[in-house]
């Protein structure tokens, strides 16, 4: 089966660091183009970032933009985030997700189009 794993997720002073994984198991990383989602209690799912099959294209949402970086080792099955001066406005259950394409060099940040997701990993930014 295709599955997805998210970890990495912790509480974090405002201004802290952390770094998300998502390990794929049961299929070839390098098929898909994997995305970062987020979604806060009480508010709607919010794209964060893409990133193409070779890793080569990346897109972030302006939130986030400036702050997080997304990277993948296709040799790991592993897909990265990292994030850099946190904001309590970042506290979510964040989220990644794999679209299987033939397409190269694009990505994109709509939830609807991936059909494989993880479970998510609890990130909470907090003093």
């Known amino acids: 089966q295709l599955q997805l794993v998210e970890s990495g997720g912790g509480l974090v002073q405002p201004g802290g660091s952390l770094r998300l994984s998502c390990a794929a198991s049961?299929?070839?990383?390098?098929?898909?183009?994997i995305g970062w989602f987020r979604q806060a209690p009480g508010k709607e799912r919010e794209e964060v970032s893409c990133?193409?099959?070779?890793?080569?294209?990346?897109n972030y949402a302006d939130s986030v933009k400036g702050r997080f970086t997304i990277s993948r080792d296709n040799v790991k099955n592993t897909v990265y985030l990292q994030m850099n001066s946190l904001k309590p406005e970042d506290t979510a259950v964040y989220y990644c997700?794999?679209?299987?394409?033939?397409?190269?060099?694009?990505?994109?940040?709509?939830?609807?189009?991936?059909?494989?997701w993880g479970q998510g990993t609890q990130v909470t930014v907090s003093s």
């Open positions: 990133i193409s099959k070779s890793g080569g294209r990346t």
């Open positions: 997700a794999a679209r299987g394409s033939t397409v190269q060099g694009m990505c994109v940040m709509l939830g609807e189009w991936y059909h494989h």
């Open positions: 049961g299929f070839t990383l390098d098929y898909y183009y």
